[in-house]
């Protein structure tokens, strides 16, 4: 088994890594905004890139949601399905478009049960991939909020009533 076999299975820790990593931009972003989001998002998103590559399959959507579907990317869903299964995953939970993959969602949701802090994000809706932030550092647009802004003609989404009993 390799280190990235090892690591994917065990979402909590990653979940724990993502909040030392979310922490520490938070800490540094007065610094990364003296310098300038564009000039470090040039050399951080290669860097960014090529970890998440590695480990997670990234597409560098630049809306990373990672935390939010059991450390597994939906952006390696062949249909590029962002908040949930199509519908079309078979009873072993396989994907329909290439039947010896798990279906990402499925995976998802088993590993999203194990998430302590992030966990229960799993069933939020998600915004639709802005195409604008493609290749663009994640952490960046997260400590610009660009991550979570519509672009210009985009609708905001209604409050999702079964989330809002919940609470």
Known sequence: MGLR?????????????????????????PLISRIGYPRVNRWLAPLEHAGKDALFGCKMCGQCILHSTGMVCPMTCPKNLRNGACGGVRSNGNCEVIPEMRCIWVVAYERAKELRVFGPEIIDIKPPVNHQLQGTSAWINMLTGEDKANPRGWAELPPNPVIEKKL
């Open 5 to 29: 076999t090892w690591l994917r299975d065990k979402p909590a820790f990653l979940e724990w890594v993502y909040q030392i990593t979310y922490a520490t931009f938070k800490l540094i972003q």
